[in-house]
């Protein structure tokens, strides 16, 4: 297997865990990885768009979304009113946090998978892997 055929079946079973093991009838897989985004001192519109790969209008349409069902707020900067950020309320602090532990457990899950002897590398090699690819897109 090459880098380009574990990258397409990584993100295929990614998705699908999170899909089936983390998202449900109350919250969608996008919502998912909105609410997970965003930081406790919020996130600009844009940052979080650029988070997730998709266009401002998509990122919008998502947030409204959420505003929705309660879960975020969106604010005028104070220093430039075009820029907007998002931030979680109580309800999507609350939502956010069901979500962490979900995805704690899975992480749990996928652990106990693994020989004891090579969690550590293979924690590791994650790592690795996941800071290459934040250089690869921090360059684009």
Avoid: C
């Amino acid at each position: 297997m090459n880098y380009g055929e574990v990258l397409s079946s990584f993100l295929i079973d990614l998705q699908r865990l999170f899909r089936v093991e983390i998202s449900d009838k109350n919250v969608t897989y996008s919502q998912v990885l909105a609410l997970v985004s965003i930081p406790d001192n919020g996130i600009e519109m844009s940052s979080l768009a650029q988070i997730l790969g998709i266009d401002s209008s998509t990122a919008t349409r998502l947030v409204i979304r959420l505003e929705k069902k309660g879960w975020v707020r969106r604010k005028h900067s104070d220093l430039d009113r075009r820029i907007i950020k998002v931030f979680l309320t109580m309800k999507g602090q609350n939502t956010q946090s069901k979500l962490d532990k979900k995805i704690e457990i899975l992480g749990q899950q996928i652990e106990n998978e693994v020989d004891v002897d090579d969690r550590d590398d293979l924690l590791q090699a994650l790592s690795s892997f996941h800071w290459t690819l934040s250089k690869l897109l921090f360059r684009k």
